[in-house]
């Protein structure tokens, strides 16, 4: 088994109708998301060093990196 990483982003209010979205790193985040919707730049975010199981919360969302369990 392989553990790979995801970070979910949950936000207050919904965009596109949803407040849940899940990334496979923080560059896809931005890559959707400005950093005024998520509520902190992206290099502030990588600075954090998330740990899984780790969050960062913004006035817009909390962020949070989780492990994911594969099968290879």
């Known amino acids: 088994m392989s553990n790979k990483v995801i970070y979910h982003v949950k936000l207050h209010e919904p965009i596109e109708g ?3 979205y899940f ?4 560059t896809a985040i931005y890559n959707m ?3 005024e919707q998520v ?3 992206r290099q502030t975010l990588y600075q ?4 899984p199981g780790d969050e960062y919360r ?3 969302c909390v962020v949070k990196k989780e492990e994911v369990l594969n099968n290879k």
Do not use: E, H, M, P
């Open 48 to 51: 954090q060093s998330l740990n």
């Open 39 to 41: 509520g902190v730049a």
């Open 23 to 26: 990334f496979s790193s923080i």
């Open 33 to 35: 998301f400005t950093a």
């Open 18 to 20: 949803k407040t849940d």
């Open 58 to 60: 913004t006035k817009f």
